[in-house]
């Protein structure tokens, strides 16, 4: 039963669902219709739904049946009605057929008159909207033609402006035309254009420039040049310090046309260009472009050639290209607004000033002639100069010169290294003999020399030094005035000018000079008579310099008293070569002393002696004698100190030859020989070969050799081993080493010789003496040790 009542509840459900389906496909689109019927065929009703509806669609259709039969009187006799009048419309048809017939015959001519006005009247109305617009377009045409025409004569400018006119004042008049719409597209075409043309001048300007930088470099500085000669003309004097003028007051002082740049190069591209540029809004991307430019052709102008060094014109080509680059840039900041500014000119310098002195510190290193680098020197200033003339700061350039200036005082160093020593080489070293008064004159000229005594001399006569005295002082001079000629223009003042050639002159005095004459005096097969000259020399060099110090007042003006005055070393210089040669007379006469001494030939074992002295030393002191009368003219001091040292390198080498260790053993004969040696070698000492010893002052060269020989000649031991130590001792400077080294030569002898006669008495007692005092001699050396 419950089975049942489900079933009934689940056929009421069923039905309602499908009256819901009905009511909604009655109400619904067709279109929408698609979910409802699925509704129905995802349930398992189908075939009920399918009777459901076909009685819903037969009671409609009742329905649509009783609403026909409700109206179909009314139907029927409106068709009646309809039928009559479709009659008389057919009538009315008819008549309006006819009629219209006879209006078209009628009214055909007046169609064709009012057709012809008509066409008559649409021509008139086109040919005055053609003439009105003809009037507006012919001015845009005529502007477009000007246009077309300016750019083909390259008038760049005035074609930017007639754009300008077109753009903004004819074509928007007639922009509505197609041709007027091609000419706005072609405008930015046309801009572009004349920018890519303005450009190529300006491409054009700035190879020109490039090609005639040189040139204007080269005007310009010719006009400094001009400007400079025209002040020391009307100053009458060089110049050493003072301002520099501005280059206006240059241009106007002149009455020399010089060209400028403006008459060298056309500088109206670049004007053109940047009018153009900044009339199209873009004069930074033009003013970036010049200047990145110029930047460019500058360091290529900065750029020096490798050989630059090896002329002057490679030096002032160089100048020429600086000083026109940055003559074309002056006159570009003067002659346009902004292109360029004085920063950036400013930093182009300062770039500029740091890549020429680097340049310059280089390529004059390698410049070893100072005629050269004086032209170079004078380049540089003319230089600086005209560059300061355009307000350009060089001090940088004066600073580096005064660097130059030490390289120059190298190369003249150099030159009269060669110099002197062309003349040393040259020279005699023998007096300079005078004929006459007029060849008198003209060495005393050359050289300041004064002596009363040999003015009044007779002629023939002989100045006391050689040719190179006056040679070498007045090269000395000349090295002066070299110097003096750098320092001209250099803006430096007197006190600077002096300074410079006093130090520049003791380098030529302390290294160069100094230098030559000691190569002369330590050469080999320098002799003692051109020794002894050299000394007379440098005394009467030495003696002029006081002469140099008058002659470097007398071209700088300044006084020597003046504070901080460099003093000239010339004093020292000869002083220190006459020292040398001095030095070198000493060991010249030693070694002529030891080449005698080697002919010395002695027989230490001579029993008797011979009855003069050896034929060597004869010789030897007959040299000395002749050496020593030259000596003459050499200051007193020298000859006298030459003479001692020869004397006591004699007595040395004598006492030497007599203790040297080859000769073991020797005789009274051979001492007693050898002491008439040493008495002639007294008595060279006692007759004075040089003048001014006082007493036997020379004799004392030869007192050890002396007291040794007294002392073994006359068996005095008892004397000497008594006195010995004591201030008065006869033979104080016998050493008893010496003294014992001799005894120990003598007492081999007396043995060797006295074999057989050992026996007698008096030999045995003498043996016994030389033991005894050789002993004691031992006793006093040890007692010396201790």
């Known amino acids: ?76 006799d409106s068709i009646t009605e309809l039928l009559k009048v479709r009659g008389e419309a057919q009538k009315l048809k008819n008549q309006v057929t006819d009629t219209n017939r006879k209006l078209q015959n009628e009214g055909k001519e007046l169609i064709i008159a009012m057709e012809e006005l008509k066409q008559c009247r649409l021509q008139q109305r086109n040919i005055s909207a053609t003439v009105d617009k003809l009037t507006l377009c012919l001015p845009v045409l005529e502007m477009y033609s000007k246009l077309r025409e300016q750019m083909k004569s390259k008038r760049h400018y005035p074609a930017l402006k007639t754009l300008e006119h077109l753009e903004h004042t004819y074509l928007p008049q007639v922009s509505h035309y197609r041709f007027c719409k091609i000419m706005v597209d072609n405008i930015p075409k046309l801009r572009e254009e004349i920018k890519e043309v303005s450009m190529s001048d300006l491409k054009d300007f700035l190879e020109s420039i490039r090609k005639h930088s040189d040139k204007i470099g080269e005007t310009a500085m010719k006009q400094a040049q001009q400007q400079r000669n025209l002040d020391n003309i009307v100053s009458q004097h060089p110049r050493i310090s003072g301002g520099k003028k501005s280059k206006k007051e240059v241009c106007a002082s002149s009455d020399l046309e ?64 600086i000083v026109g680059f940055f003559v074309v840039e002056d006159h570009i900041l003067h002659t346009t607004q902004g292109l360029v500014n004085r920063a950036y000119i400013d930093e182009l310098w300062e770039m500029a000033l740091s890549k020429t002195i680097a340049a310059l510190r280089t390529h004059s290193s390698y410049c070893s002639d100072p005629s050269l680098v004086l032209d170079l020197k004078n380049l ?125 002159t003791n380098l030529l005095l302390t290294r160069t000079l100094s230098n030559c004459l000691q190569n002369v005096i330590k050469r080999k097969n320098v002799g003692l008579t051109e020794l002894v000259q050299i000394i007379i020399n440098t005394t009467h060099l030495e003696k002029s310099c006081k002469f140099l110090e008058e002659f470097i007042t007398n071209i700088t003006n300044v006084l020597p008293e003046t504070v901080h005055t460099t003093k000239l070393y010339g004093t020292t210089t000869f002083k ?21 001494l080697q002919l010395a030939d002695y027989d230490w074992m001579a029993m008797e002696p011979g009855s003069r002295a050896s034929d060597y030393l004869v010789d030897l002191i007959g040299f000395l004698r002749s050496t020593f009368a030259v000596f003459t003219h050499l200051p ?78 006359q068996w005095d031991w008892s004397t000497y081993l008594a006195d010995y130590g004591q201030p008065t001792c006869k033979y104080l400077r016998v050493n008893p080493t010496t003294a014992l080294i001799l005894l120990e030569k003598m007492r081999d002898t007396s043995r060797k010789n006295n074999v057989f006669a050992q026996f007698r008495k008096n030999e045995r007692d003498k043996q016994k003496l030389i033991d005894t005092v050789a002993k004691q001699l031992r006793s006093l050396i040890n007692s010396h040790h201790s």
């Open 1 to 76: 039963m419950e089975r049942g009542k489900m079933a009934e509840l689940e056929s009421l459900e069923t039905a309602a669902e499908h009256e819901r389906i009905l009511r909604e496909i009655e109400s619904t689109d067709t279109a929408c219709i698609g979910p409802t019927l699925r509704s129905v065929y995802d349930g398992e009703e189908h075939s009920r739904f399918m009777e459901k509806l076909e009685a819903r669609i037969r009671n409609h259709d009742r329905e649509i049946e009783k609403m026909c039969n409700f109206h179909y009187q009314g139907f029927v």
């Open 258 to 321: 010089v060209p400028g740049a403006q008459d060298l190069v056309d500088f109206s591209p670049v004007y053109r260009c940047l009018h153009i540029y900044s009339v199209l809004g873009a004069r930074e991307t033009f003013e970036n472009y010049y200047r990145k430019q110029r930047r460019k052709q500058a360091r290529l102008v900065l750029q020096p050639p490798s050989n630059m060094h090896e002329t002057l014109d490679g030096y002032r080509k160089y100048f020429n290209q």
């Open 380 to 504: 540089i200033v003319l230089f600086a100069d005209t560059l300061q003339g355009y307000g350009f700061p060089v001090n940088q350039l004066f600073d580096m010169l005064l660097e130059i200036q030490d390289q120059y005082s190298e190369t003249l160093l150099k030159k009269w290294t060669g110099v002197f020593r062309n003349i040393l080489d040259s020279d005699n070293y023998s007096p300079i003999p005078v004929t006459n008064e007029e060849v008198y004159k003209k060495i005393v000229g050359q050289f300041p020399f004064q002596d009363a005594e040999l003015e009044k001399q007779p002629f023939p006569k002989k100045f006391p030094f050689s040719e190179f005295v006056p040679k070498v002082y007045n090269q000395i001079k000349e090295f002066i005035y070299a110097c003096l000629k750098f320092s001209e223009d250099l803006h430096l003042s007197s006190t600077e000018v002096d300074d410079m050639i006093r130090k520049s």
């Open 576 to 596: 220190d070569a006459r020292h040398a040669a001095e030095e070198e007379i000493y060991t010249n006469l030693n070694q002529k002393i030891d080449q005698f």
């Open 636 to 713: 007193g001091k020298v000859a006298q100190t030459a003479c001692m040292s020869a004397c006591k390198h004699l007595s040395t080498s004598l006492m030497q030859l007599l203790l040297e260790a080859e000769v073991r053993q020797l005789t009274l004969g051979a001492l007693q020989q050898f002491n008439l040696d040493v008495e002639e070698c007294e008595q060279f000492a006692r007759s004075g070969p040089v003048p001014g010893f006082q007493g036997d002052t020379l004799q004392l060269a030869f007192i050890d050799l002396r007291q040794l020989l007294d002392l073994f000649i």
